[in-house]
């Protein structure tokens, strides 16, 4: 299967400047999601890739081939849509045949592939229906099954689950992570939503205002974001923030948070280049790090006892708001402590030093 | 007060149907009413007229009670108009003109079709250079008269050695329908969801595949419209046929009009009558056998629905 690269690539749209300067690899077999808030750009670059939009400038190639001029179908790709896309007056079977309208096979080969596309998504029960007459769930099958009979190396995939309900889109998640599994294609999958992007990508790109902010593995986009927009971005409930100034204290490097004189002990976090007293920084606590059990521990970078705001529940998760000043800070409780919270009650919670994650106010880079 | 209980599943449980009142009929309905009322009899005073003089003997005519209906009931007008019924020097009836109007039917609705369904595919969907520049060139062609070019038309056609034939009427019949025929294609098109196409595109890059095989098939209730339009278009056209045609293919208005406007001899009201309305009834037959098409979803199941 073949790697996809994006060269220098450079997208106007008038004098509006999408895309500017952008590179970017995607490695052979990869499930590379892009990511980002609406109108990053992300589903423009998908675009441009699909050949469904032209390059203002640069390059780009799949496998040894450039592909940046030629049409859609010639490019070696097979696409599913948001919408589905599906011809409505094409019978499910008609549909995946002119899926391979563009290859020039035999008859026997056409027939193969069908029949293994149908067998694959489980849609050979449906094959003289009209899209019309299929629920949304298989609608998507149908979409994904036209993709998967061209045999194509890469697969684009545009928001697929958007236009499912939760339960559906979670079935579906597990579906297309399997069928990677097992067809080992290049993918590159475009979507707002992080559980997907968490769930399915062997690699996220974040995206926002046409730059990619951040690659990497989901772990490392949550667990390492190199940027203060990857951190609010990926995460939900999403990541605490304390906007603080750096100080010496009593011989330890800490972040002191103004409005609430909360001290943050920064003496065991690993910069990336020597701190300096008074420099502004942005400090920021995942809510599920917190421990509230035990708050006496003593690796904790903070100890607050803070009243409660109020909490969530979220079937197999809760969260609780804490009163930190002027602003809420959420920490993730087991679901059987909840029922037991009260607001105005006074919750005690510590925070690992390993956990936790420093930004450059001004730059918004890691530190 | 009465407490509200929840509804929950319940088997067996009857349903409790709160009645609701109907509503009024409201003063600006009744005015709206009386308003349709005068508009259609505006028009069916007239027809009826038309239609119990076509069934008169011509002795009843002459008494003048217009409104009567017929004392004896005959469909001799009827047979005159289509069979004996005289064009100048020639009395074969009027149905040598339904024949010839069929004759220009079919080629007319055929090449004007054709050509501004694949001009309004091409100008929706497909990225064509001045796309915007030569749509607003055939909107302005729509508000040039046809007596404007009628001559240099002559000539035009003329000079294809076509002119005095069907094709000349069926040529000339296209050209003067492409600018709303395109427009009316065009807008239907533009409504198919990008989508679809991008899909199409990826599958099978082929205007002409495209066209065929995704976009005519979800053209039909589009096609109705302009059938019904260009039907009546064609068949009730007067000019086109009289210019354009030679002396075998004149239309059937054509040959109306030649019958019944006589500066000499007797008018023979009922055979008049009867040869309008022959000639007026075939539009009205594609009207109800269509008209239940004219409304329909399209694009439903493509799209989450």
New interface residues.
């Given amino acids: 299967m073949p790697e996809v690269r994006f060269e220098h690539i450079v997208k106007r749209f008038g004098s509006f400047n999408v895309l500017e300067d952008l590179s970017l690899r995607v490695e052979d077999g990869e499930f590379l999601v892009l990511l980002g808030p609406s109108g990053c750009g992300k589903t423009t670059l998908l675009n441009l890739l ?3 939009l032209d390059v203002t400038g640069g390059r780009i190639t799949i496998g040894e081939r450039d592909v940046t001029d030629l ?4 490019r070696g ?3 599913v ?10 019978t499910v079977e008609g549909n995946l045949r ?5 290859l020039k096979l035999d008859k026997a080969e056409i027939e193969r592939r069908v029949a293994w596309a149908a067998q694959l998504l489980q849609i050979d029960k449906m094959m003289s229906r ?5 629920s ?1 769930g298989q ?1 998507q099958r149908v979409a994904i099954g ?1 993709a998967l009979v061209k045999h194509a190396g890469v697969l684009l995939f545009d928001e697929p689950l958007s ?1 499912l309900d939760a339960k559906l889109r979670t079935e579906m998640r597990m579906e297309i992570k399997k069928l990677h599994a097992s067809l080992h294609q290049t993918i590159v999958y475009v979507t707002h939503d992080q559980i997907e992007a968490m769930t399915m990508a062997t690699r996220i790109a974040v995206m926002d205002q046409g730059v990619i902010q951040q690659i990497g593995t989901p772990d490392e986009i949550y667990e390492k974001p190199a940027n203060l927009f990857v951190a609010r971005f990926i995460g939900a409930p999403p990541i605490n923030t304390f906007d603080a100034t750096l100080e010496t204290s009593g011989g330890r490097l800490v972040a002191r948070h103004a409005p609430t004189a909360i001290e943050i002990d920064l003496s065991r976090h690993e910069f990336r280049s020597a701190p300096q007293a008074g420099a502004p920084v942005v400090v920021g606590l995942r809510p599920e790090h917190f421990d509230v059990n035990d708050a006496s521990r003593d690796d904790g970078a903070i100890r607050l006892s803070l009243p409660v705001r109020y909490s969530e529940r979220t079937g197999s998760d809760a969260t609780a708001f804490l009163e930190a000043g002027e602003q809420l800070l959420a920490v993730r409780i087991e679901p059987s402590l909840m029922s037991r919270l009260r607001i105005g009650d006074t919750m005690a919670a510590s925070f690992p030093m390993d956990k936790l994650a420093v930004f450059d106010a001004r730059s918004g880079l890691r530190m | 007060m009465t407490a509200l209980s929840e509804t929950r599943a319940q088997p067996g449980r009857a349903a409790i149907v709160i009645p609701r009142r109907r509503r009024r009929i409201k003063g600006s309905s009744i005015a709206i009413f009386v308003f349709l009322t005068m508009v259609s009899l505006f028009v069916a005073i007239p027809l009826y007229v038309v239609i119990v003089t076509s069934f008169k003997p011509i002795g009843e005519i002459t008494l003048g009670q217009i409104f009567n209906l017929p004392v004896q009931w005959t469909v001799q007008p009827w047979m005159k108009a289509w069979n004996e019924m005289c064009t100048g020097l020639a009395c074969d009836g009027i149905k040598q003109g339904f024949f010839n109007s069929v004759a220009i039917l079919f080629p007319s609705l055929v090449l004007s079709i054709a050509i501004a369904s694949v001009t309004g595919y091409a100008l929706a969907l497909w990225n064509v250079r001045w796309a915007d520049g030569f749509l607003f060139v055939l909107f302005i062609c729509a508000f040039v008269p046809f007596q404007i070019i009628m001559i240099p038309l002559i000539i035009v056609v003329a000079s294809l050695g076509i002119f005095g034939t069907v094709w000349a009427i069926a040529l000339v019949h296209a050209v003067l329908s492409m600018p709303l025929l395109t427009l009316i294609f065009r807008n239907f098109y533009k409504d198919i969801p990008r989508e679809l196409i991008n899909a199409a595109i990826m599958d099978s890059g082929s205007f002409w595949k495209i066209f065929w095989e995704i976009v005519l098939p979800m053209s039909g209730n589009i096609m109705v419209v302009v059938l019904i339009l260009m039907i009546t278009t064609v068949w009730n056209d007067y000019l086109v046929g009289l210019t354009f045609g030679g002396i075998s293919t004149k239309p059937m208005t054509v040959i109306l009009a030649n019958s019944v406007i006589t500066s000499r001899g007797e008018a023979i009201y009922n055979v008049n009558m009867a040869a309008a309305l022959l000639t007026a009834v075939p539009p009205l037959v594609v009207y109800f056998a269509l008209g239940r098409f004219f409304v329909q979803g399209i694009t439903s199941g493509a799209i989450k629905g």
């Fill in positions: 699909a050949g469904l049409d859609p179908s010639q790709l097979a696409m849509f948001q919408s589905y896309a599906l011809y409505p007056t094409k002119f899926g391979l309208s563009a009209k899209p019309s007459q299929l949304g609608r036209r236009n």
